[in-house]
């Protein structure tokens, strides 16, 4: 077993490996980079372009410079409709008005680009929090965090950690079933580009596909789990855990082919 220190120097390695990513991010878009190390799995025929969208301002900071995040608001105490199409831009008809409040106004709770990186990647061992004693709080602060903390290293105990634990407690099991667990080096060298900095990394010259941007039908955890757990290959692909029948092919509501995407939500029972 590694130690606790080679663990986290392989780490930065990754982290290394993935700085040109971190780059191209910059301050102002932290769904941008570079391509991925693990490679392109097209396993769906969900929509090909991108429908996130990208903050305003510079989400490289998460000091707001307001005790207020509803200064911005309309303050009206009358029950006509505020008017917010001097602070917004529409987009694709009436129904899309986008604010443009300053970056400040918001809280930052969470953060969502390396999938389950802050779940998984950070105390694992904890599972979800609700077995008696267990404190995951940490959790909050990896959320509140922000790529350039990534990049320092600040995060990098915790995730070593994390992998330890998943190779310790599955490794047998996935032996049982016939195939080959990664090695700590090779799970770092698969996911951990992917992994730090916690941003989307897509390169427009290669496919559409989770870890290659993210559609939305994409099956990100099992992509995200073969790449953490199994030694990759011609025999163990990183679709493998997607391909198997784990889990529902499609959304149980069809995405919509035109922004913003995401199928209507369903009707309040």
């Not at 090695?183 to 870890?211: E, F, M, N, R």
């Amino acid at each position: 077993m590694k130690t606790h220190t080679s663990k986290q120097a392989l780490l930065k390695v990754a982290l290394v490996l993935c700085a040109s990513s971190l780059v191209a991010c910059g301050d102002a878009d932290a769904d941008d980079g570079g391509g991925s190390s693990t490679g392109n799995v097209d396993t769906t025929d969900g929509p090909t372009g991108n429908p996130t969208s990208s903050p305003t301002g510079d989400p490289t900071t998460n000091d707001p410079t307001t005790d207020d995040p509803t200064t911005t608001a309309d303050t009206s105490t009358t029950d006509e409709p505020a008017d917010t199409s001097a602070g917004s831009t529409t987009t694709g008809g009436d129904e899309f008005e986008f604010p443009e409040d300053p970056y400040s106004a918001y809280t930052q709770i969470d953060r969502h680009g390396a999938v389950e990186a802050g779940t998984a990647g950070i105390l694992a061992s904890q599972g979800l929090g609700f077995a008696p004693g267990s404190d995951i709080s940490l959790r909050d602060e990896y959320n509140a965090s922000n790529p350039v903390e990534d990049a320092a290293g600040m995060w990098l105990g915790e995730i070593a950690d994390s992998v330890v634990f998943f190779h310790g407690a599955l490794d047998d099991d996935l032996e049982a079933l016939n195939l080959v667990p990664a090695t700590v080096d090779q799970t770092v060298a698969q996911a951990g580009p992917v992994i730090l900095p916690d941003t989307i990394k897509y390169d427009p010259s290669q496919p559409t596909s989770y870890p290659n941007g993210r559609n939305l039908e994409d099956p990100t955890v099992d992509i995200t789990l073969a790449a953490v757990l199994l030694a990759l290959g011609p025999e163990q692909p990183l679709s493998l855990f997607a391909d198997l029948p784990l889990n529902p092919p499609t959304n149980d509501v069809p995405f919509e082919a035109e922004f913003p995407y995401l199928a209507p939500p369903h009707p309040a029972k």
